[in-house]
Nanobody, 118 residues
């Protein structure tokens, strides 16, 4: 088992920036994917960005050029740097870990609220 704890959400004005963190409660096995999803009220959960243990990244079209995902293996933490935030980025942001230990195990964090409003 692993617990994921997100932090860094809050209220920010349009055009502002936030950095989200997702800390895992233990060391992660060598093959994994960490991802950020978001869910706005009345909408489906959507993938925002992901990063593999090999460093490959993937972004939703809506955030390309504005968001950057990264990870610090020594700290068992993934980050989502969000710049040029827009009101439509308002959502609960959740962290997900898919870890390969023979088979893939998936874990979710509780989420952190991001509100973009003037």
């Amino acid at each position: 088992q692993v617990q994921l704890v997100e932090s860094g959400g809050g209220l920010v004005q349009p055009g502002g920036s936030l950095r989200l963190s997702c800390a895992a409660s233990r060391s992660i096995f060598s093959i994994y994917t960490m991802a950020w999803y978001r869910q706005a009220p009345g909408k489906q959960r959507e993938l925002v960005a992901s990063i593999t243990s090999g460093g490959n990244t993937n972004y939703a079209d809506s955030v390309k050029g504005r968001f950057t995902i990264s990870r610090d293996n020594a700290k068992n933490t993934a980050y989502l740097q969000m710049n040029s935030l827009k009101p439509e980025d308002t959502a609960v942001y959740l962290c997900k870990l898919d870890e390969l230990r023979g088979i893939y195990y998936s874990y979710w964090g509780q989420g952190t609220q991001v509100t973009v409003s003037s």
